[in-house]
């Protein structure tokens, strides 16, 4: 990989989503948006305080159904998640990024501001649906500074399908081989990092201004690759019945075997699938730049026009088995299974001469009967 080098299609996306979750404009953005819900609650609470002392005597209200009680004991909450989020915007000249502080928040209104007897319907309705947009919007930015675990393949296809980003239009970028980082270290530089480990690990936005440490980088493991070598990369994770069908067939690989997951809720078996898909490992990682002011136009598709094949090549007698799976050889005929790691065979006698193993192109097992 030299300092020029391209990511590959689903990597570029990645990298387009870190970078603009990320970005001091969406933080801005956020600000922006807390504020118009302020603004609602305040314009809700002035009309509608002058109804706390008829609900209180003849509309069987407590305490805590008046307007008092919500702008007491739940509109604070309002007010300390904006100056949160002020200071995450202050912080960010010094390289330190955070959490956007929205779960905190949606607790205090929830234990609070649950019971709105004091407003109309309409207006509940209109404030608990702003809030939960503030908070969606929030949580982006959370999910990538928590660092409570790597955001992995299935959650960037989630939101990249989401349309929250213009999908044909992206910035350019070139990874840097010359700054590297390592997993649980500091990094050199504020920004999004690719693994160096394969194709299949997912980016992550790492900062120097404390407790911006890369983690482990979430990968395919076993499983997650031979869903790959049975759907393509295409099929990650939006081919449904693809999905269902490698689920329907592993059935009982975890404690609670799916068994609640029949064929008409085919429609979420991906995010099943893909519950079991992933493994993170520690890394070396190389910077991935973002080239300021260059745009590329692209295919708005997740997995992109182009893919990494994960499909081994054929192997040779005596060497390591790289994948689990059924394997074949001309010199003879019939497929065999091998783990992970255990060495090939050679077929002594066979007219082919030397032993050369190849990947099966049907992964399913042979039925018995």
Request: some cysteine; glycine content about 10%.
């Amino acid at each position: 990989m030299s300092i020029n080098s391209d990511l590959n299609p689903w990597h570029k996306r990645q990298a387009t989503l870190l970078y603009h979750f990320t970005s001091n404009e969406y933080l801005q953005g956020l600000l922006r948006r807390i504020d118009r819900l302020i603004a609602m609650a305040n314009g809700f609470l002035d009309e509608r305080t002058p109804f706390d002392s008829l609900g209180l005597a003849v509309g069987n209200w407590q305490q805590l159904d008046t307007a008092a009680h919500f702008s007491t004991h739940a509109f604070p909450a309002l007010i300390e998640f904006r100056e949160g989020v002020v200071e995450a915007i202050a912080l960010r000249a010094s390289e330190v990024y955070r959490t956007a502080g929205e779960n905190q928040c949606g607790r205090m209104l929830e234990e609070y501001g649950h019971h709105m007897t004091w407003a109309t319907p309409d207006q509940e309705s209109a404030f608990k649906e702003e809030a939960a947009a503030v908070f969606s919007y929030a949580g982006l930015i959370s999910s990538i500074t928590d660092r409570l675990g790597g955001l992995d393949d299935f959650w960037f296809w989630i939101v990249w399908t989401e349309g929250l980003v213009d999908a044909h239009r992206i910035p350019r970028f070139r990874v840097r081989k010359d700054i590297v980082a390592f997993s649980d270290q500091p990094p050199p530089r504020t920004g999004v990092y690719v693994p160096k480990e394969g194709p299949y690990g997912a980016l992550q936005f790492a900062w120097t201004g404390g407790r911006g440490e890369l983690i482990g980088a979430s990968s395919l493991n076993e499983f997650g690759r031979s869903v790959v070598q049975r759907i393509g990369r295409a099929g990650l994770w939006g081919d449904s019945a693809g999905l269902y069908e490698i689920l329907d067939r592993n059935r009982g690989m975890t404690p609670y075997d799916w068994s609640y997951i029949t064929a008409d809720k085919a429609h979420i078996a991906n995010s099943f699938v893909a519950s079991e898909c992933f493994e993170d490992r520690p890394s070396e990682w190389y910077f991935v730049e973002m080239i300021e002011g260059e745009f590329e136009e692209i295919d708005g598709t997740y997995a992109g026009t182009s893919s990494v094949d994960l499909r081994p090549q054929r192997v040779p007698a005596g060497k390591a088995v790289p994948t689990s799976g059924w394997w074949y050889t001309p010199a003879q005929g019939a497929r065999r299974y091998f783990k992970e790691g255990e060495v090939f065979p050679e077929i002594v006698g066979s007219d082919w001469g030397s032993t050369f193993w190849l990947w099966a192109a049907d992964q399913a097992a042979p039925r018995i009967g």
